[in-house]
Structures are given as structure tokens and as C-alpha cells.
């Protein structure tokens, strides 16, 4: 049987679509292409016949790739709440008792739910069409023909090839084996890969890293292994989102604190004051309904849903939204250089003959080496494209490049009883210290160039004593927009790290082209191979170093390990079946859409289009998101401290609650609905600090009680200021105008720095509020009435006495308790 051998040095083991000669076992589909059949002998899988039977009992991979929440999901998470419940009951009491601009907010609370789903569900549709173009498809061989289908359309007994890079996605048994070598880690937490022959189990969510092969499927849909531990399970998404988890910690809380505050609020306002039924009930709702902070989890929902669907119209897709918030709490980012700062095609620049090598005779064995592997990637492309193979040799051993190993090779027989055994791979690793021909590799590698070195050996399995043949020198491609993309981030605070298997002075110098900061300072350059293993001297070295060459995938996996352990949230950015482990570790892991299929289910963000410079759009619309949920949770949260406070007040005072529910409903909307949707969706560059509800609530509590005693000081001299029939619509209206106010203010200190629509957008919500107080109509409809001068001007002086406190507290603040 002839066996393929995977010859390439390079640390980024993935297929490369420039050539692809005939296809044996583990071949992958030309996706542009038609695949030629299999080479006689081989199985020839299902018919098309036996296919369709198994379909029909049901014996599919059924379980689906769902890339976000379904529309059942979707709706019955913004209509069941907690608060719309509350709200639901409240709204229904008040349509009874009481006028319809008291019931304003229930009409509020559909209008937001409806916002919600509609957001929500056009970003579930950018997410699944994204998920379609990004969807691995696998290649079945039915009636002796290869097929890409779909993951979904494997059927029980298919049989699967398998190439680098590809991942397992069903369980099976192997049924060929071409020095095929599978990385179970993320199932079994091993990290050496293992070697599979005929015969052998595969589980899914394992990953080819060598060789190729074919499996037939024995376990399909539910059954298969990774779908037993979760339907999603391969896809390892991010789980924690820190916003999420600090706004239900925030709602858990102001839960506690509103339940016995309602209690004695509806206590004080039935039981103990003897007023008007009807009106009691509006009071009190008055009271209970702006404790509720209802738009804090539409708006971020909305948010994240925006942000998938403007990161969508740049083919980025976002396997889970919390990534967009960890993108943006990034301080260090990983970058494989293979296909993230360089193209992935190259082209040899020149082919140098050592030791007194026939020129003649080394084109011929780089012609055999390019010709022997099915699957050649950008490095052996350019070599079989330079050098077509004319040889006739054929291929008696092969031994699969690993990244482990940083090299591969190929023994030939050459006709005539002659046999051969060549290897090519990293001249560094192949050659002994001190070689003299490493002194041009080195001139090469300052030079920003690929060098491989091809060398007779005795032995495919130890490269000791290996002869060298010649040099093979490849000039990459820098991407064009890597450049702007690494200023970006150095304008953004966020630490760049050029982690490759490449020599460590060629990509030194090719991050020195693209103007890495640090890359040019001596000493930032660093050969993996002499890191520390301990954690702590790995991470001190890590800090100080900007450009790793020579790094292993395990060495990957714990560099991400060790700058997590000094307090980073890191990035990871690959796409060789080499960089999946670190993927996995990191953060966030961010794979291309040409990556292999391993990375692209593991990663959180997938670059559809394959540009880099995509990175800082997620980057900036992490940042929008996570920085305005902070600003408008401020506000929402003084709403509840200040609501909280006053039916407090109100309880221990014994009086009446001053405002009805069509009060707070239009305070609420001008200070707090409107303009937080447009403060939510505006620019923001800030990067994302942790401690969210620390953050939040330092603000939101001084902010809170100051408006709560203002408000309550206004009302209680409006008591003593008004007297008769009409004495409560003054005291309220006074009230309403204090409180108005002071939560303007809260909400100007809230959209700085200003910028003219800021600006524009507190003085409209201010007008807004005057004419509601000019308009004889809007007085009537809203119940507000200023009486006489006196009291209204003390109103407004109390809000300005409360709005210098607030800029006292908020500077305290910052000063004694910095994020």
C-alpha cells in the first residue's frame, strides 16, 4: 500500500488548496474540484441505496449544530421573567382601578419585550447564516465516490476519511490507516497524540494531527460520545460572561430589598391611611413598580444582539456572545504567525545545493517529497509547484510531519534495487549546535525568510547523523493589513505575543516588518526551546519576551496557562490543528474560517473572511458593549435605590406615596429608557474593567440616596407649604419636579465626556419634561401642576443643592473607591 508522508516543517499543519494530487485514503476533498474515486482496493463505502435505507430508520447524525438560542428559546426568554411576571400583575390591577396613562408602564414593558425578541431573532438569523458558511462538512465515500456533506447528513455505517486538521464527528472504528496519529485531549485531558490503526476506536470531538485515514461510523447522533456529555458540547464555548452574571447578582438583591419594602408600602398606604381606595392602590404601584430596573436586561440583551449582527456584516461569526465581552476585557493576545500575520501561500525564493549536491538530483527528490503528499499545505505547495515531480520513485515509508517533532519524511524506492530515505524539516532541529550551514540558515532568518533543509538519513525515526542536501528557501507573504491591525492594538493597551514553531529569528524579523512593538529590542526574540517549565519563570519570561519561535503545541497550551496565572485574559488567535489546544485554554480563541475544522469548533470567534484586521472590530464592539451596559446600569440601579428609599421614608413617615405610576412612567422614560438606549449604542473605546457590580453599584447607591432625600425634603415642605382639596397634585407635582431634576443630573454626569450629541440628547430629554409642564393637556393627562412660585422654585433648589452633592459624592467616589 502506498502511504503518504506529511513533509513540512512548518508549525502550522493545515491543507492548503494550491495543489492537490490524486487523493487515496485519507485524502481531503478539493473544495472547488470533483474528487477522483478511491485508488483500487479501497473500501468504497455505502451505496447510495443502502444510505437512503438507513435514513429512512432514523439512523442519522440528527443532533444539531445550533449556533445560537431557537425562536421558542428566544421569545419565552424575554416574556417568562421574574419581573415581567411582577409587572404583568401589577398592570392588570391597575387597568382596573385606576385611569390608562397610570397603566403607561405596562405598554412600556410590551414595547421592550417586543424590541427584545425582534433584536434578538435578527441576530439569531446573521448567526445562523454565518454558521452555514463556517459549518465543517466532512467527507463520506459513497459508492466508491468522496462527498462533502453535511455534519447532520452522516448516517450510520458511513465511512469517514480523515486528513490533518479534520475533526471526529461521530464515533467509529478505524477502517484505514496511513500513519494516522488523533489528539484526544479534549475529551480524555492526554496530551501525547495516538497512534490509530485498523481496527482502533475514534470518538468524537478527537482531532487528527498526522497522517490520514478513513473510520466507518458506529455511533451516530445522540449515541455518538461527545453528544452524551451535551448536545454542544464540542463547540467548548465560553460560559461565564461576568456582565451577565454581575446584572443577575444585582437582580437577585434588589429582589430581597423590594419584596418587604412592597409589603410595608402597600401596608402603610391600605391599612394606615385612611384615603381613597382606588388611589391608595395607584400609590402603591406607584411605589413597587420603579423598583424594578425592567430595561436593564432588555437593553443588554439588545446590546450583545447589535453587536453580533454588525460583527456578522464582516463575516465574523460569534459562537457565543459572551465572547464579544471577553474580546474586549482582553489585555494579551496570542498570534500564530502562520496565516494570521502572513498569508498562507509562499513561493520558493531559491533552492541552495550543500556539500557539493547535484543541483539536478535535489530537484528531483524535492519533486518525489512534493508528490508524495496528498494533502500538501502552503509550504510543500510551493515546493511541488516549483518542482514538479518527475522522479517515477515510489514511496515505500512515509512518516507524517508533527509539530511535536518539526520535521517529516519519505524513503523511495528509485528503481534499479537503489532506495533513498530524505527528510525536510527545520534545519535547527535536523542539524547538530554549532553546524556550520546553520550560519547561513541564520542569515536567511534575519531576513524574514523560511528556511527548510532537506537531508539524507538512515532512519526516518532519528534525524542523528542526518546529511544535508540542500537549503530550501521560502518567502512568505505578509497579510497587508497586519500592520494597522498590531498599531491597534498597541494604541488599545493590549499586549501583542508572536507565538510560532517557525525559527524564532525568521519570525522575529517578520514581526519586526510589521512594526510589533518590542520585537526590535534586544533580547525580545526568544527560541521556545529554552523557556522554563516552571509556571512562574515560563510567565516572568513570557512578559519580558515579545516573539517565541520553535514553540510546541503542549508549550502553546501552557504559555496561554502561565500569563492567565499572572492575572492576563488572553487572546488566542490560530488556525493549525497546533494551535487547538491553546485555543481551547485561552480566553477567548479566535480561529480563520480557512482554519482547520478542530480550531473552528473550539474557537469563540471564527473570521469568516479571514482577515486579521477583523480583530479590532470585535475588539471595539466588545468594548461598546461592556462600557455602556455600565453607564446605563448606573442609571437603572438609582432608580431602584431611590424607589427603595422613598417607600422606606414613606412607610416610617406615615404619609401618602407622592407619585402615581404615570409619574415615575414619564420620569423613568426621560432620564432613564430613552436615553440609555442611545448611551447603550454609542462608540466606546474604554477597555472593560472587571468588578461590574462594584462598579456599578459605588455610584448607583450615593447617586440613589441623594435623590431620595431631596425628593423626600421637597414633599414634605410641599405638606407643610399647601393646604385644601387639591393639596396632594401640588405636593406631588413638586416632588415630581425635584426628583425630575436630580435624576437629569445623575443622567448628564453619566454621558460624559460630552460630544454634541450627548449634549443634544440631555437638553431634549430637559425640554421634553417643560413642555409636559406647559402643554395644558399633557398637565392634565400626566397629573402635573405647578401651584403658585414659592414652592416650585424651592423645588428647583433643592434639586440643585442635591445635584452639588452628587458631583461631591461621585468625585469621593472615584477617589476613595477606584475601579
Known amino acids: 500500500m502506498t502511504q503518504s508522508a506529511r513533509i513540512e516543517p512548518d508549525d502550522h499543519n493545515r491543507d492548503h488548496p494550491a495543489k492537490r494530487p490524486v487523493i487515496d485514503a485519507g485524502a481531503e476533498l478539493d473544495p472547488v474540484h470533483p474528487v477522483p474515486p478511491p485508488a483500487p482496493g479501497r473500501a468504497r463505502g455505502l451505496t447510495s441505496a443502502e444510505v437512503a435505507e438507513r435514513v429512512a430508520r432514523g439512523e442519522i447524525n440528527d443532533v444539531p449544530v445550533r449556533s445560537s438560542r431557537s425562536t421558542a428559546d428566544i421569545v419565552r426568554g424575554n416574556v417568562f421573567t421574574r419581573f415581567n411576571a411582577i409587572i404583568g400583575v401589577l398592570w392588570a390591577i391597575m387597568l382596573v382601578v385606576a385611569p390608562i396613562q397610570d397603566s403607561l408602564f405596562g405598554f412600556v414593558i410590551i414595547a421592550n419585550t417586543g424590541i427584545g425578541i425582534i433584536q434578538e431573532l435578527r441576530a439569531k438569523k446573521t448567526l445562523d447564516g454565518l454558521a452555514v458558511i463556517g459549518e465543517a462538512k466532512p467527507t463520506v465515500r459513497r ?36 500513519a494516522l496519529e488523533i489528539d484526544e485531549s479534549l475529551l480524555t485531558g492526554e496530551a501525547d497524540p495516538v497512534l490509530k490503526r485498523p481496527g482502533d476506536p475514534v470518538m468524537s470531538g478527537s482531532f487528527v494531527v ?26 467548548f464555548t465560553l460560559v461565564h460572561s461576568e456582565l451577565r452574571s454581575g446584572i443577575s447578582t444585582i437582580l437577585k438583591y434588589v429582589t ?3 419584596v418587604p419594602t412592597a409589603i410595608g ?72 504567525k502562520t496565516g494570521t500575520l502572513t498569508e498562507g501561500g509562499m513561493d520558493v525564493a531559491e533552492v541552495r545545493p550543500l556539500g557539493g ?58 528503481g534499479g534495487g537503489q532506495t533513498s530515505t530524505w527528510l525536510l524539516g527545520a534545519p535547527d532541529v535536523l542539524l547538530a549546535p554549532g553546524d556550520p550551514v546553520l550560519a547561513d540558515v541564520d542569515h536567511f532568518n534575519e531576513r524574514g525568510l523560511r528556511v527548510l533543509l532537506l537531508a539524507g538519513a538512515e532512519s526516518l525515526e532519528d534525524p542523528a547523523g542526518a546529511d544535508p542536501a540542500a537549503l530550501v528557501v521560502l518567502e512568505q507573504r505578509l497579510r497587508p493589513d497586519a500592520a494597522e491591525t498590531l498599531v ?79 492575572g492576563h485574559t488572553v487572546a488566542m488567535t490560530g488556525d493549525g490543528v497546533n494551535d487547538v489546544l491553546a485555543l481551547k485554554d485561552a480566553d477567548i480563541g479566535v480561529s480563520m474560517g480557512s482554519g482547520s475544522e478542530a480550531t473552528r469548533a473550539v474557537a469563540q470567534i471564527v473570521l469568516l473572511n479571514n482577515s486579521f484586521a477583523t480583530l479590532p472590530s470585535v475588539v471595539a464592539e466588545g468594548r461598546r458593549v461592556i462600557g455602556n451596559i455600565t453607564r446605563v446600569a448606573t442609571l437603572f440601579l438609582t432608580k431602584t435605590v431611590y ?66 432625600a431631596a425628593t423626600f425634603t421637597s414633599y414634605l415642605l410641599a405638606r407643610s407649604h399647601y393646604s385644601g382639596p387639591d393639596a396632594l397634585d401640588a405636593e406631588t407635582s413638586a416632588a415630581t419636579l425635584t426628583l425630575f431634576l436630580v435624576a437629569l443630573w445623575v443622567l448628564a454626569i453619566v454621558a460624559r ?40 422654585w424651592a423645588a428647583v433648589g433643592i434639586a440643585a443643592a442635591a445635584g452639588v452633592l452628587l458631583e461631591v459624592a461621585w468625585r469621593v467616589v472615584d477617589r476613595r473607591f477606584p475601579a
Not at 445522540?222 to 452524551?228: D, G, K, V
Not at 391611611?273 to 436586561?297: H, Q
Not at 462598579?695 to 435623590?707: E, L, Q
Open 143 to 178: 459508492d466508491g465516490t468522496a462527498t462533502e456533506v453535511s455534519t447532520s447528513a452522516i448516517v450510520l455505517g458511513d465511512l469517514v476519511e480523515l486528513g490533518p486538521g479534520d475533526k471526529v464527528v461521530v464515533d467509529g472504528t478505524v477502517a484505514e490507516a496511513d
Open 210 to 235: 498526522a497522517g490520514g485515514g478513513a473510520f466507518t461510523a458506529t455511533k451516530v447522533g445522540r449515541e455518538a460520545y461527545a453528544a452524551q456529555l451535551a448536545e454542544e458540547a464540542s463547540r
Open 256 to 258: 430581597w430589598m423590594m
Open 265 to 336: 408600602l402597600i401596608i402603610s398606604q391600605l391599612v394606615v391611611k385612611d384615603a381613597d381606595l382606588k388611589d391608595s392602590i395607584a400609590r402603591t404601584v406607584g411605589g413597587i413598580v420603579p423598583m424594578i430596573p425592567e430595561g436593564l436586561v432588555l437593553l443588554t440583551s439588545v446590546a450583545f444582539a447589535i453587536g453580533v449582527i454588525r460583527l456578522g456584516r464582516q463575516q465574523c461569526l460569534v459562537q457565543e456572545l459572551p465572547a464579544i465581552e471577553g474580546l474586549a476585557r482582553v489585555d494579551v493576545v496570542c498570534l500564530d
Open 357 to 414: 549536491a547535484d543541483p539536478a538530483y535535489v530537484r528531483r527528490v524535492l519533486g518525489a517529497v512534493g508528490g508524495s503528499d496528498p494533502r500538501p499545505n502552503a509550504s510543500l505547495a510551493a515546493i511541488a509547484e516549483a518542482h514538479p515531480d518527475e522522479s517515477g520513485w515510489r514511496v515505500a515509508e512515509a512518516r507524517p510531519f508533527s509539530s511535536a517533532r518539526k520535521y517529516s519524511g519519505a524513503r523511495f524506492d528509485e
Open 488 to 566: 491597534y492594538f498597541a494604541d488599545q493597551d493590549v499586549t501583542a505575543k508572536v507565538i510560532s514553531g517557525d525559527n524564532a529569528v525568521s519570525v522575529g524579523a517578520v514581526a519586526a516588518k510589521l512594526g510589533l512593538p518590542g520585537a526590535d529590542r534586544p533580547g525580545s526574540t526568544v527560541d521556545a526551546r529554552t523557556l522554563p517549565t516552571d509556571r512562574d519563570a515560563m510567565a516572568a519570561a513570557l512578559e519580558a519576551g515579545a516573539v517565541f519561535g520553535r514553540v510546541t503545541p503542549q508549550q502553546k497550551r501552557d504559555m496561554v496557562g502561565a500569563l492567565q496565572s499572572r
Open 643 to 708: 424607589s427603595v428609599l422613598l417607600a422606606i421614608l414613606v412607610v416610617i413617615s406615615q404619609v401618602e406615596y407622592p407619585f402615581l405610576p404615570r409619574h415615575l412612567t414619564l420620569l423613568a422614560t426621560l432620564t432613564i429608557g430613552v436615553p440609555a438606549f442611545f448611551l447603550a449604542l454609542a462608540p466606546n473605546k474604554e477597555r472593560a474593567r472587571p468588578h461590574f457590580v462594584r462598579r456599578v453599584m459605588r455610584y448607583a447607591i450615593p447617586s440613589g440616596v441623594i435623590a431620595a
Open 753 to 792: 465626556p460630552y460630544t454634541w450629541w450627548r449634549i443634544a440628547l440631555v437638553a431634549t430629554m430637559g425640554l421634553g419634561f417643560l413642555i409636559v409642564l406647559v402643554v395644558p393637556w399633557l398637565q392634565e393627562f400626566f397629573a402635573l401642576k405647578l401651584v403658585g412660585t414659592s414652592m416650585p
